[in-house]
């Protein structure tokens, strides 16, 4: 790391630990839960162990006992559908 960017992350040290930044990264977290629990509960599985457990397509694939082509659509379902939730909340 270069001694040049080190008064640069003391700044960015100092603007997270405000108050004004935690409250608007409460107010994201708010609005993505929102989201998230407002899409169909086949989506938030899936997006769920795609994204949080890191479960690759063809696992998923045999879970919802799918072909992987159709696990890949289903996905990108569940992406727009959180999408167009996030959006409205």
Known sequence: MLLSQV???EIIANEIAQPEFQFEINKIRERIEK???SISVQYQK???LHYE???PVKELAMIFNLSF???ESMLFRARK???QAYERA
Request: proline share 6%; aromatic share 12%.
């Open 35 to 37: 989201a998230f629990n």
């Open 7 to 9: 008064p640069l992350l």
């Open 81 to 83: 559908s959180f999408r």
């Open 46 to 48: 899936i997006l769920h």
């Open 53 to 55: 457990d890191r479960m």
């Open 69 to 71: 082509k159709a696990t």
